[in-house]
């Protein structure tokens, strides 16, 4: 059996109302120990959602502005 979960994503999406949305989510920091019991494993992705979050907040925020300047 494979278990598999959201560690951090990032969606574009259309509404119910037919508006693009842009959504950013994932794990909180808080979490990680409570599902990673290795701490080697915690290390990596506790550096993968930072890194990732860094990234991915700076395209979250830039697409908001441009889709809300079409609106």
Do not use: W
């Not at 278990?3 to 994503?9: M, R, T, W």
């Amino acid at each position: 059996m494979t278990k598999e979960g959201n560690i951090l994503s990032f969606k574009i999406l259309v509404d119910s109302k037919g508006n693009l949305v842009t959504e950013l989510s994932g794990v909180p920091e808080e979490d990680v120990a409570k599902i990673f019991k290795e701490e080697e494993e915690r290390v990596v992705i506790n550096k993968i959602i930072k890194e990732g979050l860094v990234k991915l907040a700076t395209l979250h925020e830039y697409l908001e502005k441009e889709l809300q300047a079409l609106r």
